[in-house]
């Protein structure tokens, strides 16, 4: 079974903190990706990545960065966290192609981390 | 944008029942897929369905597609308590609805 591990379940960080989450899959996947998931707003995707060094922004990039210098870590930074960045954050892998362009493969998800800035 | 909508937001049945839930979208797909999230964890993919494709089974678990309508509906047979948790589908450029709360009681 594909395992999609996030570095922390819960974590408590300070505005304007250099934020990073860290997320690593064991199933030589080619994609990665990067949701927050909100009350009332359901899933919303960040950044994606379709190879190592490769990324795309998603629906609300702004505020985020990413990064992939080896294929299975996926590491979702917030350059200067602010409170309206509080969100449970969830990573996926799938196994490959430009998913962005058709989908058509299931997604692997961590249990995500509940962030906090206050 | 795909976005479209999934209905019930909220379905709360007794156990041993049929459940049905809904997703609609907008613009044409080539897929779409459900997805389950038990509290506090993350998703879990149950069924992709193509399409081309008009029905698909897995265990209790029932996904039909009607693109001339443009929806789809996720059937869980024989409901069980664990069952409990938010259904999601996922059209194509991975565009996730907000999701169905399905509460089964005991």
């Known amino acids: 079974d594909v395992k999609v591990t996030q570095s922390s379940r819960y974590l408590v960080k300070r505005t304007g903190e250099k934020v990073f989450l860290e997320c690593v899959q064991d199933m030589d996947h080619e994609n990665m990706f990067w949701y927050r998931q909100d009350p009332g707003l359901g899933l919303r995707l960040i950044y994606f990545s379709y190879d190592v060094k490769m990324k795309e922004k998603g629906d609300i990039p702004e505020g985020y960065s990413v990064s992939r210098e080896k294929k299975e870590r996926f590491s979702l930074i917030l350059e200067s966290a602010s409170t309206n960045q509080t969100s449970m954050y969830l990573c996926a892998s799938s196994l490959f192609g430009r998913a962005f362009y058709g989908g058509g493969q299931p997604q692997h998800f961590g249990d995500g981390t509940r962030l906090s800035i206050l | 944008s795909q976005q479209g909508e999934e209905d019930p937001q909220a379905l709360s049945i007794q156990e041993g029942e049929n459940a049905t839930m809904n997703c609609s979208y907008k613009t044409s797909i080539n897929n779409l897929q459900w997805y389950r999230q038990n509290s506090g964890r993350g998703l879990v993919h149950l069924i992709l369905?193509?399409?081309?494709?008009r029905e698909k089974h897995s265990g209790r678990l029932r996904v039909t597609l009607d693109t001339s309508k443009k929806s789809s509906s996720l059937l869980i047979t024989a409901s069980r308590a664990a069952d409990t948790a938010s259904y999601f589908c996922?059209?194509?450029?991975?565009?996730f609805g907000k999701g169905i709360t399905l509460s089964v009681r005991p």
């Open positions: 996922a059209r194509n450029k991975l565009t």
């Open positions: 369905i193509r399409s081309n494709e």
